[in-house]
Structures are given as structure tokens and as C-alpha cells.
């Protein structure tokens, strides 16, 4: 569709030759001979762009630019000026007009100046969408919780959200949430525009952790070919999350303490100070005080980071947010599997209600997840809600299952080509399900099935 100006002047010459111009260029033009008139196009906000005389016959062109930023604050005003009157020009950018124009015109400066506010305003436009697609997907409206220790903890995100830079310090067993709730804070705050960088300390030996956060110059090292910035310069603005803070060597500790005192660093091998505006927010699910007892962890650090302590109480702590959570996860994954079920039957609810979830809100995250791939009905029934270790698809560490192998051995090839049969069987031949089963990649899977294929296919050898 044809974007939309609005042309005010009262001249009826310049209306004209305006609209001539620009219908041209393959622009709709809407005219307004005053303020008046100009008022209703307003009103109505039927138009992408205006482009503003300064000098109108009832009204002053720049109260009709007040007016327009202030009902429609997306649409960019050019002001039009004499050659003499530049000076209002300036006033004009000063209360909020995106570009000025001077009569007589030069037709192709104009061309410029409109093109350019419609690609600056329609970029702006993308980009603070963007930021409320994400905003919704990572903001607080995904934190899922009546209970009271929830409902604190919501709370708590709000106010983080509004102070600017606190440190927060997010404690809690694992899959309780902590990596949500980082986000979450950042997606409530100011820092929304800027990035969400996310590191997790126990990943990296020590020199390449410190070379992710700091950075290096050219030449630090051996390896150091080009300048190289740090993700506490990339996150300037934003918010800088790190996980399992108490696996940092005290080196990195004591320069972690620095940054965040100081608000600034030094890439490896530089000697120029770089400031940064970040906040940081670490996450841990050992026990920091102990830690410090065994002279693994700063003190100071310490006090430094636990301003503001969150804890985030384990899901066995809150059972009345499990129905919420497992509905939550329902709907999640009737999105993803193309499924629809409806809910958990009552015996199943009860299940989950009773079970104690030593993996929390992962775990009972996985257990939906199997329970709406593989359940036959629309109704979860209890038989398909698998608790505890033995369940497939493994996702952290502490949760894998156990395989026994036979007192006589088996051979590797068998038992897989059994297991891969199986889940076809299980997902009537679904690949994609099948491989989600196996921690498969689609490819994998393929492959797999089809040498199944063929294996049952060939007539037994002896
Ligand atoms: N209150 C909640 N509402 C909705 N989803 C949640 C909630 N709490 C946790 N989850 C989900 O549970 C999963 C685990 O959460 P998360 O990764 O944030 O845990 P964690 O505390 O960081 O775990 P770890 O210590 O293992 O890193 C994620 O998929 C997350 O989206
Ligand atoms: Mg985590």
C-alpha cells in the first residue's frame, strides 16, 4: 500500500506541485490548506508522514507539530521554512521534527528527506516490536506462580527491574528457574533495548572465561591476532547474567569485584580503562558461604553480590503452583507437537501433586512434555505421566538414566537398532517424535530408520 503525506501549505501552487511530485514517486497525498483542516487529517491519523509549512494562516505550524507528535508519536514531521527562517528550523528539530526542508525546493532534496524519515520511522517501528515479541516471550507474563513464595519472588523482579543497576544474586536448586528469572528482569527493565548476555562459569577453564568477559587487545597473546571486546563491553546497557558464580577462580573473582565496583576494566593486555553501564546478575546452586568458609570464595565478592539475594524456593515448596505449571506446559507443547490435549485426569494431577520433583520445574517440564507426545487420549492419564530417574530423555547431568548392563554383555548395535524401533513404534513412525525420544537430530533419526529399514527388510543370513 501506497504510504501516506500530508502535505500543509497554503498555497495552493505549492499543494500542487507537491502532490505532483510526489504521487510520482508513489506516494497517496492528502492536502490541508490550514491548521484546521490539517487538525482532522490528525484526528482521523490517516497519514505515515506530514510535511509542514511553519507559517500557516490560523495556526502556528509548529503547535500543529506538537500536536502531531503528541497524538501520534510514531508518524515524522518535516517542517518546510523559508531560506531566511532557518533558525525556526532549529526549533523545530528541537521539538521533535524529524527533518526540515527550505522553500524554494529542490525537488530531489525533498525526495531524500521523505525516504529517509519513512525508512528511520519504519525501522523503529521493527525494532521496538522486536523488543515487545521479546518482552512477551521473556517478561514476567511468563513467570508462572500463585503461590506466596512465587507471588514474592514477582514482586521482587518488578522493583529489581525499576533500580537501575543493582547486583542481584539468584539462589535456588536447579531447574527452579533461575535463567527465567534473570531474563525476566532484564526484558521488566530499562535495559530492554540493549543485550542480555548470558555466560556460565563453570563452561570455561579460567583464561578463556577471563578473555569472554574482558576481552583482549591485539597481541595480549600469542594467539591474540585482532582486538577481540569482551561481553562486559558487548552488554554495555544491558544486563550480563552469570551462571554458577561460585565456580569462578578467585582471580577472576577479585576482577569481577573490580568491574563491579568500579564500573569499569581493562581489556587483557590493555592499559586504558573502559567504562561500562551493565548490571550484573549472577546465579548459584552451591553454597556460597561454605564456600568462603573453605577459602574458595570472596568474602567481599560476596557481600558485593548479595545486596539483593532472590531465592527461589524448590517446586516440593510450593505444590500448589504444579497444576498451574503442568497446564503452562500443556499448552506449550500442544503448540509444538500439534496435539490438544485438554488436561491431566484427576489421578494423574494427583500424581504430581504428591511427588516430590528433586529436578523442579525442568523435570516437571520434561514429564508434560512426554506425557503430551506420547499420551493417547485428550485427558493426560496417570500411566502416562513417568516419574522419576528411569524416565528417557535425559537433560541434565544429575537426571540421567541408568542402563544395566547384562552380566554376559550385549552388543551396542542391537540394543540401539531395538531402541530406535521402539520409539517409531511408540510414535507410529513419527521421525521427529521418534528422535526427540532418542536425543536425536532429525538427520540422525532418518538415517537410523532407514537402516532399520533395510536391516528388516534383508532375510535373515544363517
Ligand atoms: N515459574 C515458572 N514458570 C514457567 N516456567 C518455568 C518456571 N520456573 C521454571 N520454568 C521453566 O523450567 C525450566 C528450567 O528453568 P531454568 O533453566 O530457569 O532453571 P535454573 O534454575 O536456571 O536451572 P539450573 O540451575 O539447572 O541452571 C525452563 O524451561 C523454564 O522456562
Ligand atoms: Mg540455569
Redesign the pocket.
Given at each position: 500500500m501506497a504510504e501516506r503525506i500530508l502535505v500543509v501549505d497554503d498555497e495552493k501552487l505549492i499543494r500542487w506541485s507537491l502532490r505532483e511530485h510526489l504521487t510520482g514517486e508513489g506516494y497517496e497525498v492528502l492536502e490541508a490548506e490550514n491548521g484546521a483542516t490539517a487538525a482532522r487529517f490528525v484526528e482521523e491519523g490517516a497519514f505515515d508522514l506530514a510535511l509542514i509549512d511553519v507559517r500557516l494562516p490560523d495556526t502556528d505550524g509548529m503547535a500543529l507539530l506538537t500536536a502531531i507528535s503528541e497524538t501520534l508519536p510514531d508518524v515524522p514531521v518535516i517542517i518546510v521554512t523559508a531560506f531566511s527562517t532557518v533558525d525556526g528550523a532549529v526549533d523545530a528539530m528541537k521539538s521533535g521534527a524529524f527533518d526540515y526542508v527550505t522553500k524554494p525546493f529542490n525537488m530531489e532534496e525533498l525526495s531524500i528527506a521523505v525516504k529517509r524519515a519513512l525508512e528511520t520511522t519504519q525501522l523503529r517501528r521493527k525494532v521496538s516490536e522486536q523488543v515487545d515479541i521479546e518482552k512477551a516471550r521473556f517478561g514476567l507474563g511468563?513467570?508462572?506462580?500463585k503461590s506466596p513464595g512465587?507471588l514474592r519472588i514477582k514482586e521482587l523482579v518488578e522493583r529489581i527491574a525499576q533500580s537501575e543497576t543493582t547486583t542481584v544474586l539468584l539462589l535456588?536448586?536447579?531447574?527452579?528457574?533461575?535463567?527465567?528469572?534473570a531474563r525476566a528482569i532484564h526484558y521488566e527493565s530499562n535495559r530492554v533495548d540493549a543485550p542480555f548476555m548470558n555466560i556460565t562459569c563453570t563452561a570455561l577453564p579460567e583464561s578463556l572465561l577471563e578473555s569472554e568477559l574482558f576481552g583482549y587487545e591485539k597481541g595480549a597473546f600469542t594467539d591474540a591476532k585482532t582486538q577481540k571486546r569482551g561481553l562486559f563491553e558487548l552488554a554495555d546497557g544491558g544486563t550480563v547474567f552469570m551462571?554458577e558464580i561460585g565456580d569462578m577462580t578467585p582471580a577472576l573473582q577479585a576482577k569481577l569485584l573490580r568491574v563491579l565496583e568500579d564500573k569499569a576494566f581493562k581489556r587483557i593486555g590493555g592499559s586504558k580503562d573502559i567504562s561500562v553501564d551493565i548490571r550484573v546478575i549472577a546465579?548459584t546452586?552451591s553454597d556460597l558461604e561454605k564456600a568462603i568458609e573453605k577459602n574458595a570464595f570472596r568474602e567481599d565478592l560476596y557481600y558485593r553480590i548479595s545486596i539483593v539475594p532472590v531465592y527461589?524456593p524448590p517446586l516440593r515448596e510450593r505444590p500448589e503452583?504444579i497444576p498451574l505449571?503442568a497446564n503452562?506446559f500443556i499448552t506449550l507443547y500442544n503448540t509444538e507437537f500439534r496435539r490438544s490435549v485438554q488436561s491431566l485426569s484427576a489421578e494423574a494431577l494427583d500424581r504430581i501433586q504428591r511427588y516430590d520433583w528433586p529436578g523442579?520445574?525442568?523435570e516437571l517440564?520434561n514429564v508434560i512434555e512426554r506425557a503430551v507426545l506420547l499420551g493417547a487420549g485428550d485427558v493426560i492419564a496417570p500411566d502416562d505421566i513417568q516419574l522419576g530417574r528411569s524416565v528417557l530423555g535425559p537433560k541434565?547431568k544429575q537426571d540421567r538414566y541408568v542402563v544395566r548392563l547384562p552380566e554376559n554383555g550385549c552388543n551396542l548395535a542391537d540394543v540401539e537398532t531395538d531402541l530406535v524401533r521402539q520409539a517409531l513404534q511408540r510414535t507410529n513412525g513419527n521421525q521427529t517424535q521418534a528422535a526427540k525420544l532418542l536425543g536425536l537430530t532429525r538427520d540422525q533419526i532418518r538415517y537410523k530408520a532407514a537402516k532399520l529399514r533395510d536391516l528388516e527388510a534383508k532375510p535373515p543370513t544363517s
Amino acid at each position: 500500500m501506497a504510504e501516506r503525506i500530508l502535505v500543509v501549505d497554503d498555497e495552493k501552487l505549492i499543494r500542487w506541485s507537491l502532490r505532483e511530485h510526489l504521487t510520482g514517486e508513489g506516494y497517496e497525498v492528502l492536502e490541508a490548506e490550514n491548521g484546521a483542516t490539517a487538525a482532522r487529517f490528525v484526528e482521523e491519523g490517516a497519514f505515515d508522514l506530514a510535511l509542514i509549512d511553519v507559517r500557516l494562516p490560523d495556526t502556528d505550524g509548529m503547535a500543529l507539530l506538537t500536536a502531531i507528535s503528541e497524538t501520534l508519536p510514531d508518524v515524522p514531521v518535516i517542517i518546510v521554512t523559508a531560506f531566511s527562517t532557518v533558525d525556526g528550523a532549529v526549533d523545530a528539530m528541537k521539538s521533535g521534527a524529524f527533518d526540515y526542508v527550505t522553500k524554494p525546493f529542490n525537488m530531489e532534496e525533498l525526495s531524500i528527506a521523505v525516504k529517509r524519515a519513512l525508512e528511520t520511522t519504519q525501522l523503529r517501528r521493527k525494532v521496538s516490536e522486536q523488543v515487545d515479541i521479546e518482552k512477551a516471550r521473556f517478561g514476567l507474563g511468563n513467570v508462572i506462580g500463585k503461590s506466596p513464595g512465587m507471588l514474592r519472588i514477582k514482586e521482587l523482579v518488578e522493583r529489581i527491574a525499576q533500580s537501575e543497576t543493582t547486583t542481584v544474586l539468584l539462589l535456588g536448586e536447579s531447574g527452579t528457574g533461575k535463567d527465567m528469572i534473570a531474563r525476566a528482569i532484564h526484558y521488566e527493565s530499562n535495559r530492554v533495548d540493549a543485550p542480555f548476555m548470558n555466560i556460565t562459569c563453570t563452561a570455561l577453564p579460567e583464561s578463556l572465561l577471563e578473555s569472554e568477559l574482558f576481552g583482549y587487545e591485539k597481541g595480549a597473546f600469542t594467539d591474540a591476532k585482532t582486538q577481540k571486546r569482551g561481553l562486559f563491553e558487548l552488554a554495555d546497557g544491558g544486563t550480563v547474567f552469570m551462571d554458577e558464580i561460585g565456580d569462578m577462580t578467585p582471580a577472576l573473582q577479585a576482577k569481577l569485584l573490580r568491574v563491579l565496583e568500579d564500573k569499569a576494566f581493562k581489556r587483557i593486555g590493555g592499559s586504558k580503562d573502559i567504562s561500562v553501564d551493565i548490571r550484573v546478575i549472577a546465579a548459584t546452586n552451591s553454597d556460597l558461604e561454605k564456600a568462603i568458609e573453605k577459602n574458595a570464595f570472596r568474602e567481599d565478592l560476596y557481600y558485593r553480590i548479595s545486596i539483593v539475594p532472590v531465592y527461589i524456593p524448590p517446586l516440593r515448596e510450593r505444590p500448589e503452583d504444579i497444576p498451574l505449571l503442568a497446564n503452562h506446559f500443556i499448552t506449550l507443547y500442544n503448540t509444538e507437537f500439534r496435539r490438544s490435549v485438554q488436561s491431566l485426569s484427576a489421578e494423574a494431577l494427583d500424581r504430581i501433586q504428591r511427588y516430590d520433583w528433586p529436578g523442579n520445574v525442568r523435570e516437571l517440564r520434561n514429564v508434560i512434555e512426554r506425557a503430551v507426545l506420547l499420551g493417547a487420549g485428550d485427558v493426560i492419564a496417570p500411566d502416562d505421566i513417568q516419574l522419576g530417574r528411569s524416565v528417557l530423555g535425559p537433560k541434565t547431568k544429575q537426571d540421567r538414566y541408568v542402563v544395566r548392563l547384562p552380566e554376559n554383555g550385549c552388543n551396542l548395535a542391537d540394543v540401539e537398532t531395538d531402541l530406535v524401533r521402539q520409539a517409531l513404534q511408540r510414535t507410529n513412525g513419527n521421525q521427529t517424535q521418534a528422535a526427540k525420544l532418542l536425543g536425536l537430530t532429525r538427520d540422525q533419526i532418518r538415517y537410523k530408520a532407514a537402516k532399520l529399514r533395510d536391516l528388516e527388510a534383508k532375510p535373515p543370513t544363517s
